[in-house]
């Protein structure tokens, strides 16, 4: 049967499992959207109030759910207005196909009204990107880009099609997902050599990125941690993937990590990094952050082995699949020794980070809202101090419940995470944020309201560009250029304006009914807490130093 | 640090845009390359590239990762510079005065080179070669007067069995 190219879009999310996509129309992509829209009851939508916020909230639907997010634009300004979404993306390894239409192929080339060349501009920041040329080749060309989004190391694929593409007819055959197709290979001599260096090493260290969570191996990598004797620090991408109540379990370390963590990490003598790419934030200084140890890297990325940290060994694969034959081949150690001095560490009165609690602080409401949220309720996070925060109380209990931008540290991503993921999840999601990161999107609220969707926003309120400002406080003599924004914006009356609740706490004596309230209100709402404005995020180890440096008082 | 020239080949689909989506990765990655030569392969969907850059072991490494990394290449290898051979192709126009045209020809006997073109004011040579053969007639030919030159790039293929595929 002869269907167009509009409606082979449509059938072909269909049958690659897409459930739901989120996009904006306009002239381009209008033939799709007519074809979606007459297919509603087998393929969703939601429609965004900007494309960069459909691009966050497909993203946060697939890190929430583990399944590829969809996002479509028109051409022009909605596919460029998709770029951070993409890049934040791309970033954080999400898999993610993003749909844009164009002018019609003889308008290409010209300038034409809304033609950009949206294939060039997101070529560095999408794993495989296609122009479709022939119809004949457009149901092909889409399966083949969610293999690529989901395969290997996933990540974002872009897909323009032009106008007269949509609108061609041609014959259409119905295919299936052909599923992953990667095959982890590692050499029984590598794994021999991995086995060696983790009997020989008296203080391993894991260190768990977020290939932990994307390839779903807690399981494997806490009994890991348990037959080699090691505590587990993470990264940003890796915290979900530790339970907050695992004895091995350290917390994030790096730049703001715990001390303890990051200590520990100092104190080894072999790091077992788990698919992570070592970003500086996480390293600081690179030269002290190696001296002394030797790194295990596993990865499924070959071209992370040695970009960053040079590895002393290395094994190329899906993480689960090469924990479960390392952890196949391991005999039990223990290491007492080495358990004390983490323990000793980990007690420290300086490792125990606590806040000024004769104020209203953002350790209380982090862990007063924790005591709402049942241990699978997704939280989303915006970008700067209160993201630290929310990394460093906030105990996490299941892998892909933080959503958060780790490798772009894309203000604005929070919002449209936090609907996707309430979308793809089903659930309550809470989303922490900044007053300045809200204010970056925070027209996505009329989504959430459009959708009824069940989002409590906490909207850690100092009334600054925090992260930005304690770098001006401890950097640049207190010059707080372009930090302090004196915003009137009334963030109950706005909610309220937009159809949302909103609450303010200011008092800690209020917080908890405020919460009370809160968590009881059907549909999104909001909850300012006002907070210090020189709060600090600390432990701090400054930007290319190593531990020695750590700043732990404020 | 060695920063010996190397030489990469590929096998890269023959899509639109693959030789835009290599070029950018070796620009934003920093990578310096010298040359790079690509032409159609004997089965036309596929293309070969030769690609010539200065760098460190750690620039090789990851010169081959991440343009292998890329949906369209099919094959990416660091040539064995001792099991290979390498050519370049010159093409070069001399303005070779009345009286100095004798000396050119002689010349490009000894380098092998031939005349493809004659005119009343110049003379144009083609010569195929190593890179350093190649330079040395350029360099021969300077005092002439070039009035113009193109160089292909180095392309390369193994010896014997050795076979990219
Ligand atoms: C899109 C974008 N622009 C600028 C920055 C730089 N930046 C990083 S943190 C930060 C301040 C964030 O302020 P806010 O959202 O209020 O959070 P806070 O640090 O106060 O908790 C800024 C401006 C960024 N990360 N992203």
Known sequence: MKISGAQIVIETLIEQGVEMVFGYPGGAVIDIFDALDRSRDRLNYTVSCHEQGAAHAADGYARSTGKTGVVMATSGPGATNLVTGIATA???????????????????????????????????????????QDINKLADIIREAFAIANSGRPGPVLIDIPKDIQVGECEFIPGKPNGSKYKTRVKEEELERAMKLINEAERPII???????????????????????????SSMMGLSAVPHDHPKRLGMTGMHGKLAASKAMSMSDLVVAIGTRFSDRATGNKKEFTKGRKFLHIDIDPAEIGKNIPAYVSLVGDVKQVLTMLNDKLEKTMRVEWHNEIEEVKEHPDSRLE?????????????????????????????GQHQMWVSQYYKFS????????????????????????????????????????????????????????????????????????????????????????????????????????????????????????????????????????????????????????????? | MTNNLSILSLLVRNEPAVLTRISSLIARRGFNIDSLAVGETHDRSISRMTITFRGDEYVKDQIVKQISKLHDVIKAELMDVTEMVARELLLVKVEAKNGQ???????????????????????????????????????????YGIAELCRTGTTALGKGQYILN
């Open chain 1, 90 to 132: 791309y970033l954080d390894s999400t898999p993610l196909v993003a749909i844009t239409g164009n002018v019609a192929q003889s308008l290409m080339g010209k300038d034409s009204f809304q033609e950009v060349d949206i294939r060039g501009i997101t070529m560095p920041i999408t794993k495989h990107n296609y122009l479709v």
């Open chain 1, 207 to 233: 260190y768990a990125g977020g290939g932990i969570v994307s390839s779903d191996a807690t399981e494997e990598l806490l009994q890991f941690a348990d037959l080699i004797d090691a505590p587990i620090g």
């Open chain 1, 355 to 383: 806040m000024d609690d004769s104020r209203l602080n953002p350790q209380m409401v982090i862990e007063a809202v924790r005591e709402f949220t049942g241990d699978d309720e997704v939280v989303a996070t915006d970008v």
């Open chain 2, 101 to 143: 045209r004798g000396e050119i020809v002689q010349a490009a006997q000894v380098f092998g080179a031939n005349i493809i073109e004659l005119s009343q004011e110049s003379l144009t040579l083609e010569m195929s070669g190593e890179v350093s053969k190649v330079t040395e007639f350029i360099e021969f030919l300077k005092p």
């Open chain 1, 398 to 554: 299941k892998p892909r419940t933080l959503l958060t931008s780790g490798g772009l540290g894309t203000m604005g991503f929070g919002m449209g995470a936090a609907i996707g993921a309430a979308i793809g999840s089903k659930k309550r999601t809470v989303l922490f944020t900044g007053d300045g990161s809200f204010h970056m999107n925070m027209n996505e609220l009329a989504t959430a309201v459009s959708n009824q969707l069940p989002i409590v926003i906490i909207i850690m309120n100092n009334n600054a560009l925090g992260m930005v400002r304690q770098w001006q406080t401890l950097f640049f003599d207190k010059r707080y250029a372009g930090t302090t924004l004196n915003r009137r914006t009334d963030f109950v009356k706005f909610a309220e304006a937009l159809g949302a609740t909103g609450y303010r706490v200011e008092d800690k004596d209020n917080l908890n009914d405020t919460l009370e309230k809160a968590f009881q209100t059907e549909g999104p709402v909001i909850v300012e807490a006002l907070i210090f404005n020189d709060e600090k995020v600390l432990p701090m180890i400054p930007p290319g130093r190593s531990i020695k440096d750590v700043i732990i008082k404020g």
